[in-house]
């Protein structure tokens, strides 16, 4: 959301392109208070965006890796 963050993902995406996943991990309350409860997110806040992202580039990394979907794979909507 900063200008410093989406010129960080430009470079990136400049840099190493194919490399980079698709999936965002936007920053947000509940990520930020996983390490607190020493609880992952799926486990602190299983509904919540951040687990929802993490879910989706979980899924991308298997798509790359020409791996099975998980059954209970969360899906971004």
Known sequence: RTSLSGAS??????RFSDLV?????????????????NKPV??????SRGAQLYAA??????QRLRLPLPKS????V
Request: proline residues 5%.
């Open 9 to 14: 993902h430009q470079e990136t995406q400049k």
């Open 21 to 37: 996943f698709d999936t965002i991990i936007h920053d947000n309350v509940k990520l930020a208070e996983c390490p607190g409860h």
């Open 42 to 47: 799926q486990l602190h806040a299983p509904n």
């Open 57 to 62: 580039l979980t899924d991308e990394v298997l």
């Open 73 to 76: 794979s969360l899906q971004l």
